[in-house]
């Protein structure tokens, strides 16, 4: 296998793509392992005793970040084959502690739920990232996590790098996150296996549930309670001792989006994508793109335990704005970008509410999914939280350069609207799609979308 040092190393260019309008898309496609099914399976595999095999793990750059930092805490890690991946962990709170500071590279999610693990060895660790990554906040995770015992010094502004230092007993706490996260709760159950008695968390939105399945899969006590306010309360059990188990992870919801809303708008596409995990708390974008009028015909299959999976045919639709309410948000949180250039193509306004955390994603999204549609001849308007997108029913003109800043949802949003523009579209700084979707323009080009890249610049 390639060690993520030397991907990180073959990643030192800059790759500009230019994506052509293009007549249609066919074919049938698995789009790569789902980002946050694979963090949280090579964590849990190295928080437990025994081989985890993880079969479908995506193998981009975030993920290699993460298999890189459990490898430096004492966890064995073996590629067997392309996607399928062997671990054995270290049982909760054996860990070693890392002999250099932790890269995690671009990964929000990788950073955050790591501080959750470490936080129940009783180390210190020096955690840091790219430019994007000490870029976002990190005090939201340190809150919980200090009220659990951990000691934080950070960065001015509680970003990266920080180091953080564990205490031999954490201590459970109940915990209402201020913002309807995933990563905040899965940081705060991940060190509660390590806490004795019962760690709970508070939502009043429920949030990606895969931390929870993946805790009962390994043999975690975990008791959910539906009634909390609209959301949900959850309580894990600590001091279990974690069995390493098989995982089979679903394709991305979140990569297959890209493919899917590229096929819904070029006319005369009928595409085919396998196994994509439908998990309810992930699919609020296939819930939209039906609403506005998206032929997606949903085929469930026997999914991958504890995760439903399912076959999507899609055909190009004529789609009409919408209004997607702010509840909606946590479904479909990663989906904002693709969905806007839906909505730009799409007769009438689309509404997008209840948005802000989109400016601390991996980019401020909401203002570059702004400048990129302006650019591309759309009207677009913007608040601090809210997105509304005025569609011109047709291909828009296109013809922009956008900068993706990094942000690989970013590029692979504007590349797919460049396959509908009446001029190209320019995306700089493309090499970053590698961190979630490496091999994506071969992916896309074999359905038939025109994407080049124009030349590789040190
Ligand atoms: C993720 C949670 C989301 C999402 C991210 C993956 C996860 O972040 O944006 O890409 O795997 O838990 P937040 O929890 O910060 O909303």
Redesign the pocket.
Known sequence: MRSFYETRLGRSYVTTILSHSIFGLSGKCRVPGD??IS?RALMLGALSVGETRIHGLLESDDILATVSAIISLGAKVTQLEDQTWQVFGCGVGGMAAPSDVINMGNS??GVR?LMGLLAGQPITAVLTGDASLRSRPMKRIMIPLGQMGVNFSAAEGDMLPLAMTSPTELMPITYEPPV?????K?AILLAGLAAPGETTVLENIA??D?TERMLEHFGAEVRIDGSHSGGKKITVVGQPELIGRPVVVPADI?SAAFPLVAALLVPKSEILIEDVGINSLRSGLLKTLVEMGADIIQRNKAGAKGEPVADLTVRASRLKGVHVPAERA?SM??EYPILAIAAAVADGTTRMEGLA?LRV?ESDRLALIAEGLRGAGVEVEETESSLVVHGIGRAPPGGNTVNSMNDHRIAMSFLVLGAVSDYPIRVTHAETIATSFPNFRNLMNILGTDMRIEGDTE
Request: glycine share 4%.
């Open positions: 980002k946050s963090h929000g999610t739920l309807a996260s995933a990563q905040i899965s949030t990606r895969h979140s946590a949180i990663d955390e994603k």
